[in-house]
C-alpha cells in the first residue's frame, strides 16, 4: 500500500497476556518509529529503528517491551504480561530521511 | 519515555477566520520541525515541515513560522474551514536522522 500499514486496528486483550503488534513501513522508507499516545494526551515515543544501526530504545517504559525490525523492513512491537496501563494507541510511522509518515494506529485495550 | 502528557490548550475560531497555534520547542540544537494534525480515532496527518535554516514556509492555506531566538514555532491556518478541526502537534529533530520529539498539541475548534 501507499501508506504505513498497522496490525490489528483494535486489539483487546486480557492483563498478564503478550501481544504483538505489526508495522509495514513505506517502502524505502530506512527509519521506523513507535510511539504510544494514551487518551487525550500526546504521543510518546517508544523506539526508534533507522537502518542498520543499533535502534533507540531509550523510550520503552519497561523490560515487558520490545520491537524488532526485520530485514530492514516489517517492525513487531511486543508487550509482555500486559497490564492495564498498557492500554492506549500505538502508532508506527517511517521516514526515508526527514518526512516522518504515521500509520493509523493500533488501538489496544487491556482488561 | 519522552511524551507529552498535558490537558491539551484549546483554540475556537470562527470558520472562515485565519487560526495561529502555538508551539514551543526544547532544544536549540533542533533542526527540523514538522507540523501534524490528528483527527480523532486517526493517526497524525503529515501538514508542513521547516528546517532550521528557514523561518518561514508556506504551504496550502498553511504558513508555519520559526522564531530560533525564543524556540517558538507557530502554525497559521488561512480561511480556517470545519474540517480543520482537529488536535495540532508540532514536533522537532534534533540531531538530524534522530527521534522525533512532540510538543503539547492544540486543539482547534471551528464554529460555522
Known amino acids: 500500500g501507499a501508506g504505513v500499514s498497522q496490525s490489528p486496528s483494535n486489539k483487546v486483550t486480557e492483563k498478564g497476556k503478550d501481544v504483538e503488534l505489526r508495522c509495514d513501513p513505506i517502502s524505502g522508507h530506512t527509519a521506523l518509529y513507535w510511539y504510544r499516545q494514551s487518551l487525550g494526551q500526546g504521543l510518546e515515543f517508544l523506539i526508534y529503528f533507522q537502518g542498520n544501526s543499533a535502534p533507540d530504545k531509550s523510550g520503552l517504559p519497561s523490560d515487558r517491551f520490545s520491537a524488532e525490525r526485520t530485514g530492514g523492513s516489517v517492525s513487531t512491537l511486543t508487550i509482555q504480561r500486559t497490564q492495564q496501563e498498557d492500554s492506549a494507541v500505538y502508532l508506527c510511522a517511517s521516514s526515508p530521511e526527514d518526512t516522518i509518515y504515521f500509520g493509523e494506529g493500533s488501538w489496544l485495550t487491556v482488561v | 519515555g519522552e511524551s507529552v502528557g498535558l490537558h491539551l490548550p484549546t483554540l475556537s475560531v470562527q470558520e472562515g477566520d485565519n487560526s495561529i497555534i502555538n508551539c514551543a520547542y526544547s532544544n536549540s540544537a533542533s533542526d527540523y520541525f514538522i507540523w501534524y494534525k490528528q483527527e480523532s480515532g486517526k493517526g497524525p496527518q503529515f501538514i508542513i515541515d521547516?528546517?532550521?535554516?528557514?523561518d518561514k514556509r508556506q504551504g496550502q492555506r498553511v504558513t508555519v513560522l520559526l522564531n530560533k531566538t525564543v524556540k517558538h514555532l507557530s502554525l497559521q491556518i488561512a480561511a480556517t474551514q470545519p474540517g480543520d478541526s482537529a488536535v495540532y502537534f508540532c514536533?522537532?529533530?534534533?540531531?538530524?536522522?534522530?527521534?522525533?520529539?512532540f510538543g503539547q498539541g492544540t486543539e482547534l475548534s471551528v464554529k460555522p
Open positions: 514536533a522537532e529533530i534534533y540531531n538530524q536522522g534522530g527521534k522525533l520529539i
Open positions: 521547516i528546517r532550521s535554516n528557514m
